[in-house]
């Protein structure tokens, strides 16, 4: 059993994220999902049909790291997105990784629909790079993957797991015509992490259409 006191605050901060992030319009509605770790075996992740307005310890529900919901009162009747997989994977995959947001936002759809085929957005020579963890120079490629989407999470769930264990230090990942997952080593940095790849990706479409005018 978790203290009240913790799913309560944790609830209050990821709850400010989300304010922050539908106010920039990167969280459309409220099928975007939001999680983090409790301990090493536990984490609180937002239940389907969770209102945007105001989080409180009722819009999450607790899981083990195995996805199982935790026999726990303010958990009972709770659902929460099938989206919950790739969010486990991820935390059991990194020890490091303390939360995990997802959002459905207009450039991420429509950049993970242009760049599909090639699997992959490169981002390269900027400046706001340096925001990663990891990062200290403009000068590096820094490669998300686009996954193709499918509402078989398992088979996302096999995809995502292989390349992650390849490539444990990307920050997040694309599905295409659907969404952003981006996580961090506390809600601090998942919010920055995300807030950065936002960025990038309005920058990349502004070039692309200046390019093609
Ligand atoms: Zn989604």
Known sequence: MFEQQILIEKAREIGDVVKFLYQRGWAPTSNSNYSCRLDAEHIMITVSHWSKEHL????????????????QASNSAKITSAEFQLHTMLYKENKETKAIFHTHSVNSTVLSKLYESQDEIVLENYQMLKVFS??????????????????DITVLVKQIKQYVTEYPDIHGFLIAGHGLYAWGKNISEAKRHLEAFEFLFECELLTLRLRNQ
Do not use: A, R, Y
């Open 56 to 71: 409180t310890k009722e819009s999450f529900m607790v899981l083990n790291i195995m996805g199982k919901p935790l026999n």
């Open 134 to 151: 990891g990062i200290d120079s403009h000068d590096v490629k820094k490669i998300v993957p686009i996954f193709p989407n499918t509402q």
